[in-house]
């Protein structure tokens, strides 16, 4: 348990879907990020948040949508995904930016 | 960008032996963190250790910054250490982790 905890922990959903991931840290930190680990690939840096401002946005496809409410919850907003998002999407926090990172459980997805 | 290489890339030990993972990244670094992924996929963060040596339990790393290296020990395995190792890369002016590609250990009882 790393105080970071990702809903939903699997999902199938296809091309036409639109779903939203949520990660929520209960240690107090400032800084979340959302992270793509594909097959075979090293885990890929998507975005990042500090005190509810993005301050990274890595070139990722428009598809994905990020949204910080407030400095305990992540949202990565999902829509007209293509097969090959098909990865584990993790969420992290850390206490200040670029400190160590904590990370949660990941969510699962399936693109069919 | 920077380049973060791991090796080895695979690793099957014997319960109880030792063994040394070592992280090369190619631009200096401000940053630079070990992370265990066990088979569910949970990474957690094993040190952040951007110089120097520490230590924690049967777990020790030590990174030398000026040789751009790191390198993560693992003294009297046990079958739970089993998963893959990451290490991650920052330089300054960026929020920004490099990982590596990862050893995968198997330790065997």
Partial sequence: ETGV???????????TNKKSLKCEQHLGHNAMYWYKQSAKKPL????????????EN????SRFSPECPNSSHLFLHLHTLQPEDSALY?????????ETQYFGPGTRLLVL | GIQVEQSPPDLILQEG???????NFSDSVNNLQWFHQNPWGQLINLFYIPSGTKQNG??????????????LYISSSQTTDSGVYFC?????????????TGTRLKVLA
Avoid: D, W
């Avoid at chain 1, 840096?45 to 509810?52: A, H, T």
């Fill in chain 1, 5 to 15: 905890t990702q809903t939903p922990r699997h999902l199938v959903m296809g091309m």
């Fill in chain 1, 44 to 55: 890929e840096l998507m975005f990042v948040y500090s005190l509810e401002e993005r301050v």
């Fill in chain 1, 58 to 61: 890595n070139s990722v496809p």
């Fill in chain 1, 90 to 98: 993790l969420c992290a926090s850390s206490p200040r930016l670029p």
């Fill in chain 2, 17 to 23: 032996a030792n063994s040394t993972l070592r992280c």
């Fill in chain 2, 58 to 71: 049967r777990l020790s790393a030590t990174t030398v910054a000026t040789e751009r290296y790191s390198l």
């Fill in chain 2, 88 to 100: 991650a890369a920052g330089t300054s002016g960026t929020y920004k982790y490099i990982f590596g």
